[in-house]
C-alpha cells in the first residue's frame, strides 16, 4: 500500500519515526507532517497564511515533507500537491492519549478525519503515555492492524489508542464509542512578574465511567477503537425539532 | 437571561457588535471574545501558552473581556474564571457561512460545541456574506430565536445560517443536517520574491446536493438550523465493527 504518515507532534517526533520504521517494512510510506508540534489544535487549518514546505532528512532512509501548517493542512496538501491519492492515511503515534472530549481537541485525529473527508480511509494512533515513552509495542500494533484492516463498505477513521503497559499486561482490544462527558478542568491564575495576570489552562482528569466509551477501555487496560464521523448533526435533537416553526 | 457572546471574527467585529446591541436590550449579555480574528481555527484550545485577558471598551455601553486565544479557550475561560455559568451561549454573528464540512473548521461554531460540552445551551450564527455585510436582520432574527428557543431537555448547539438577503426574499427556516461531501478546492502555488514556493489554501465551492443539508437549504435561500453533536462517534461502523478481532 502507499501510506501517507502524519502527526501533530511534528515531523521530529519519536512516535512519527517509530511508526515510519515500522510501517516501510511493508509498504510506501510518504511523511507529510508539521514542521513543529501542533497539538491541541483541533481541526484547525491554514487560510490567512501561506503554507511552506520543505525536506527533512533523519539519518539514511527517513525523510518526509515538513509543513508550517496543522496536521489537516498537511493532509490536503498530500492530497492535492505533494503526494496524490493514497490507500491509507496514518496520523501518529501521538505522544499522550487522545479520547474523550479530547478527541475534538485532538490534532492527531483531526489528519484522520480530513483524510476521511478526503474520501481516504484512515488511522488515528495515541500512545497513553507523557513520560518514559516507549513506541515499541504501539508501532508493531498499529503495522498488524494496517495489514488486518476491517473490511468496510466506506472511507472510515477509525481512532485508536494504546495502553502505555507492557504488551502482556494488555488487557486486549475493545471497539468502543467516544465518551462525551465534560472533563475535570481548571485554570491556574498566575501574576507574571511585570504584574499581570496571565491563566495556564490545565484538563485534570476524566469523568466518564461508561464502559462502552474509549476513556473507560483504555484507563482498564484495554486498546480502544473509535471509528469517528464528520457529520457532527446531532440526529436525535434533529428529529425533535422537525415541527419548529418561527415568523419573523 | 444572562448571555455569553463570543465569536472568532475577534472583539472588534462587526458582527458581534450586532449582536450585543440586539441581545442587550432584553438580557445581560456578557462578551468574552477572542482579541483578533481566529477564524479556521476549528476547536482548537491553547496549552501551551498562558492566556491573558483585558477589558475592551468601545462607546458608551459596549464593553467585554478580549482574550489571547481560541473561541473555544473563550468559553472555558468564560465558564471557569471570568463569568460562571450563563443561561445560553451564543457565537456570531460570523461573517461568511459555517455549513457542510466547513462546520469543522469553524471557530464560531467551536465556541458553541465548547458551552453544549459544558452543558449549556448554545448557538453558533452566520450570515453568509463576505462583502458589504448588514447584520440587521440576522441580529433582529437571532434575538427572536433567543426569545422562542426549543425547549429540548439536554443542552443543544444549534448552527444558524442566514442568507445574506432582504428579509422578504429569506424564504423560510428550515431544519437541516450538516453536509457531509467534501469541497471542491486546490491549493495555489506561488513563488515568493526570493524564489521560494509557498501555497495558499482555497475551498472553492460545494458539491452537495442533498436538499436536507444546511450547505443547499442555504444555498436555496433559507435559513438553515443544524442541531449538533460533539460525539463523533460513526455509529454505523461501529456496529460494524463489533465483531472485530485481532491476535498481537
Redesign the interface.
Known sequence: MKILLTNDDGIYAEGLCALYRALSLEHEVVIVAPEA?R??????????D????RVVRRGRDFWGYAVNGTP??CV??AF??LVGPVDLVVSGINRGANVG?N???SGTV?AA?EAA???RPALAVSLAAFSGEDYCFAA??TA??VE?L?S?S?P??LNVNIPHLP?HL?KG?K?T??G?R?LK???E??VDPHG??????C?EEFLEEDPDTDVVALKSGYIS???????????K??S???D???S?
Do not use: M
Request: with cysteine; charged share 20%.
Open positions: 508540534e497539538s491541541a489544535v483541533g481541526h484547525a487549518i491554514t487560510l490567512s501561506p503554507l511552506r514546505v489537516a493542512d490536503k496538501l492535492y500537491e472530549i478527541v475534538l481537541y483531526s478525519t473527508i478526503l474520501g508493531y500494533f498488524l492492524l488486518n476491517p468496510l466506506s472510515f477513521c504488551a494488555i482490544i471497539v464509542r467516544q462525551t465534560k478542568e481548571r485554570f491564575k498566575r499581570n495576570i496571565y491563566y495556564w489552562q484538563g477503537i473509535t471509528p469517528l464521523a464528520h457529520d457532527l448533526t446531532d440526529y435533537t434533529l425533535f425539532l422537525q419548529f416553526r418561527l419573523y
